[in-house]
């Protein structure tokens, strides 16, 4: 344990000195007296005929009896102090910032390896560099400082400096790096105290604040060196890395997993390809086996590749899967943090239910009942046609019953479907009894509020027309406004293609390649799939939709009409296609990328009701990404047994980060909100991490966040070596490394305490018998002389 700043511990101690307190000025002594007690000394035996060993012995005599007289006259006394000892004090600055957060690979420096190793417990590309700090000050540097009586005295800083006691309180969460700060703080700190050097340990990579060389010059104008310690490899940066794109958290059971990474690097020109490599892990998180692998040519910008994982060779009734996504490090490279990432995708072994509603017997309804009802281990469909004539066998799944009429009731709904599609239908035709078609839209409502999905696809006829004014508008991710749903004026003899929102980074629900370039050519290409004669135009999307995409040329008021949005209300979700064409696309394809939309589609719409299994619980992070000085939220919804909002106040979840560690939380009963439950919690570590709500023993519901460094903190994590070593320039310090620690010892070479008078008292020297014995010895040893020479 290393003591925070305080008072310095101060010690009580006397001296004894001899002051001379009538002594004339210096150059009265040197110039006036001195000289004449020579002569006269000298003058004394001039004239007498004696050997010249005897005069000068004899003068010698008469100038020391004559130098003890004076000494006499100018009053000798013995001052006797009593004093304050102040021990000296060394503060230090130890950077907390989450960039110490960093584990440095050192790889190709052994000198470094070697020094280095002693501080680190585990292996040294483990450790972080806060923890190699620590260790280093409590290990090396204090020892040290003990062995010089220098009291230490420490302070962690951030964006702030603050005085700690324990390991603890460091966390390397801090959101910015402000050196100026820091040392202005100090500098503030020491006054009072008898504060001889201040050390800075950090990575030096100041982010915000004020100037670190002004503090510095402030710090030399108090007389403080700054000797600073740089933390982390200080090797021209050569790093490769690698980010996660996009992954879904869930799929259903059978599916293969795509994935999209980008993969850069900093100091790699010259480096060639290398690989990114995809591995599935067991339930240890040992590599099992590699199902991707994709060449790649780190750069500045990255590059961004799309990995597939097959749905063969998983165990059947495995609920997740785990993956690494990784790139090799370089011989030399100076961070390995980043060079891998790990990540979950749940699998849901339940079908997802559908229940689909059509108006006509339109193209799209004809090849979308058989997509829905052909045998499929994910999918169970119930189909209704309302032009259907009584004694017509609704469509279904095998295994499923015929639906005799569109259920309405909000239970029925809840428990039997998670997708519901509206094609060009009525809503309030539904069924011939209008009290059912009132209940059939607030059930309607309550199924996505509770996490259902809902699809609209619009019609020549009555979608979205119909839907103007009613419930069932609140839900659609589109403005409906006057113009919505009127005939389509424009020419039906001309083919187009829609436009990606956003091709560079497709919505899972339009991604129908891994490949991006692929992707944009089947939606916008001649080449790719078929495109569409007709639409229903709707001027702009809500706020918070998401336009995934739109008409090549026709627009309104807000821009190009949307063709394809997607939404939430609240927790389930919405979907709005102004298309009737998708039929079209088996030409060429048959049903490759038919069924894909399609699936694309009902699978994303499910995810709200189909997070863990139990349609009862669903979880959620307040949002997928986190810095790691933020608090993370997760939000749950509970239903009881009937469906209805669950009044329990508190539900458990878990967590599991990045290191396996599982954390319990309880998530408290949000007052006048029945069923929502809401905690927030810190997380001490950066990484992909999984929550989840078990009863009786099992999973019901999971979310998966992320936890980052702060945006300020990781553009740029690398040491800064040249600003350390200018401040200890600046303020006559010294600059080492931590694997030089020791280098600091001639800097503090100990006995610098402070003394401080608190009282003396007076004693006179010369009034006592001994001064009055040396006189008469002098003077009886130069009279026996004289008398032995005769001159007596």
């Known amino acids: 344990m290393i003591a925070p700043l305080a008072a310095a511990a101060q010690e009580l101690g006397t001296s004894e000195s001899l002051r001379l307190l009538d002594l004339p000025a210096a150059w009265v002594v040197v110039l006036i007296i001195a000289p004449v007690a020579v002569l006269l000394a000298w003058l004394a035996y001039a004239r007498e005929s004696i050997p010249s060993v005897a005069r000068v012995a004899l003068s010698l005599l008469r100038l020391t009896a004559f130098g003890l007289l004076l000494v006499i006259l100018f009053r000798p006394v013995m001052v006797l102090r009593s004093e304050e000892v102040r021990p000296a004090e060394v503060l230090v600055l130890l950077d907390d910032s989450a960039s110490m957060g960093i584990a440095d690979g050192y790889l190709g420096d052994a000198a470094a390896r070697a020094a280095l190793a002693p501080f680190a417990d585990g292996r040294l590309e483990d450790t972080s560099r806060l923890e190699l700090a620590r260790r280093a000050l409590e290990r090396q540097l204090a020892p040290q400082l003990r062995e010089g009586e220098y009291e230490l005295r420490t302070l962690r800083f951030a964006e702030d400096a603050t005085p700690y006691e324990n390991a603890d309180e460091l966390t390397a969460r801090g959101r910015a790096t402000h050196v100026g700060d820091a040392l202005r703080r100090a500098l503030g700190n020491a006054r009072g105290h008898h504060v001889t050097d201040v050390i800075l340990v950090s990575d030096g990579r100041s982010n915000g604040g ?55 690097g900093r100091g790699t020109e010259g480096l060639g390809a290398t690989r990114v490599m995809l591995e599935e892990l067991d339930a240890e998180g040992r590599v099992a086996r590699l199902v991707a692998e994709e060449p790649v040519t780190p750069s500045e910008t990255g590059e961004r590749v799309g990995l597939v994982a097959p749905a063969e060779g998983v165990r059947s009734g495995a609920t997740v899967r785990r993956f690494r996504v990784s790139v090799p490090p370089l011989e030399d490279e100076t961070l390995l943090d980043d060079n891998a990432l790990e990540f979950s995708v749940r699998i849901s072994p339940e079908k997802i239910r559908v229940l689909y509603v059509e108006g006509y017997p339109r193209w799209d309804y004809r090849y979308l009942k058989d997509l829905l009802k052909r045998q499929d281990q994910n999918l169970s469909a119930q189909i209704f046609l309302l032009s259907a004539t009584p004694d017509f ?15 309405t009731d909000r239970k029925e709904l809840l428990e039997n479907y998670d997708v519901i599609i509206l094609g060009d239908v009525n809503p309030g035709a539904i069924s011939p009894d209008p009290a059912k078609c009132e209940e059939f839209q607030e059930s309607l409502v309550e199924f996505v509020t509770r996490g259902g999905g809902v699809l609209f696809q619009a019609g020549e006829y009555e979608n979205p027309r119909t839907y103007q004014g009613t419930k069932l508008e609140e839900l659609m991710p589109v403005v409906l406004d006057a113009q919505s749903g009127l005939p389509y004026q424009g020419d039906t003899t001309r083919e187009l293609r829609p436009t990606l929102e956003d091709p560079a980074a497709p919505h899972e629900v339009v991604r129908l390649h891994p490949d991006d370039a692929i992707n944009r050519v089947l939606w916008e290409e001649e080449r790719g799939l078929r495109g569409f004669y007709w639409y229903s135009p709707v001027n702009r999307a809500k706020p918070g939709s998401q336009v995934l995409l739109r008409h090549p040329s026709e627009s309104g008021p807000y821009g190009r009409h949307p063709l394809l949005v997607v939404g939430y209300y609240p927790s389930g979700r919405t979907m709005f296609l102004a298309l009737d064409s998708t039929w079209m696309w088996r030409y060429r394809y048959d049903e490759r990328y038919h069924g894909r939309f399609w699936r694309n589609a009902i699978r994303w719409l499910a995810l709200g009701r189909l997070r863990g299994g139990d349609r009862r619980f669903s979880l959620a992070s307040q949002r997928t990404s986190y810095g790691l000085d933020e608090r993370v939220g997760l939000e749950a919804r509970v239903l009881d047994e009937d469906y209805r909002p669950s009044d329990a106040p508190v539900v458990h979840a878990r967590t599991q980060g990045p290191d396996g560690d599982v954390q319990e939380h309880e998530l408290l009963l949000v007052p006048g909100r029945e069923g929502q439950y809401r905690a927030s919690f810190e997380v001490d570590r950066p990484g992909l991490y999984q929550a989840w709500i078990e009863e009786g023993g099992e999973r019901v519901a999971s979310a998966d966040f992320e936890v980052v460094l702060p945006s300020r903190e990781s553009a740029d994590p690398t040491p800064d070596p040249e600003l350390l070593a200018a401040v200890a320039k600046v303020s006559g310090g010294k600059a080492v490394s931590l694997a030089t620690l020791a280098d600091l010892r001639g800097e503090l070479p100990g006995g610098e305490e402070r003394r401080e008078p608190i009282a003396s008292t007076l004693e006179d020297a010369w009034d006592n018998g001994r001064t009055l014995l040396v006189v008469l010895l002098l003077l009886s040893v130069e009279w026996v002389l004289r008398k032995r020479l005769e001159l007596v």
């Open 393 to 407: 066998q609704q469509e279904h799944s095998p295994g499923l019953a015929s639906l005799t009429e569109v259920p």
């Open 210 to 264: 004020s100037s670190p060389l002004d503090a510095a010059r402030a710090a030399a104008a108090e007389g403080l060196p700054v000797h600073t310690v740089v933390v982390g490899d200080t090797r021209p940066e050569r790093n490769v890395f690698v980010e996660l794109g996009e992954a879904p958290s869930d799929v259903l059971e059978g599916d293969e997993i795509s994935i999209v990474v980008r993969v850069a």
